[in-house]
């Protein structure tokens, strides 16, 4: 027998068909109404993403997984450039559930977030939230790299060089060290801040052992450099020199570059 036809929302019955049924118990249930918010989202359903929303706050507040459904939630907001709303749903799981995991994530989305939103100060003040109270989480390498490319992204250049010397600075064993200066050395040849192109080059060359991720930097350098070598470079003598040098460079490590 077919379902008799309802004259309500199309949007409101799915949700309720897919959600509804789900027990707080159900260790799928969190999940199920994850994505019916993140599909309210993409329908740009304002009501029903509400709905979801506080329906997982309400019953799932204890779940340890709770911050990541709402990320993923943020997430998709942020992605179709809803910062504000995105904003508001990072802000409540950190508020809410400080000592959970995953909810370093929450934070370093307030600092897109208010990149997106055009406010680089605010997210200066996030990011500092970032540093200080995840800063030795297990991601937060990574998620301070983000950031940095998240200032670049937005046209921050000056603030992503000091947020890529930060990477290096506390995380200087990481493969994000190695991409943190790569891009402090491409930043430089970038905006021709000539000043700051050999030492920048010099650290990547020096500090860091051969690794996929150091040939993948020096190519991108070396990458760079060649464009603005054969645009409009400055110093083209300096530019082959240091292309020479970094093409170089890469011969001894473990990958072919192309």
Known sequence: MRPSRSTSSPRCVNSTRIWSPAK?????????KMGVAIASVHLTD???TD?????????????RRAPEALNQIAW???NLKQYNKALTIYQYAVNNWPEKDRVAFSQHGIVI???GLGNPQEADAALDVLLQKFGKDKNASKMVLWAANGYSDAGEVQRASRVFELVVQNYPDTPEAVDAQAALAITSVQTE???????????????????????????NVANTIGW????YAVDGHGSRTCLHRLTSACSPLPITLR
């Open 46 to 48: 304002d009501p029903s």
């Open 51 to 63: 709905a979801v929303l506080q329906n997982i706050t309400a019953q799932h507040g204890s779940d």
């Open 228 to 231: 603005k070598l054969f645009g």
């Open 76 to 78: 998709a907001c942020r």
């Open 113 to 115: 977030c208010q990149l």
């Open 24 to 32: 707080p118990g159900d260790s799928q249930a969190i999940w199920l």
């Open 193 to 219: 801040d000539t000043a700051r192109i050999e030492p920048a080059i010099q650290a990547l060359l020096a500090k860091f052992p051969p690794s996929e991720t150091k040939a993948r930097g020096l190519h």
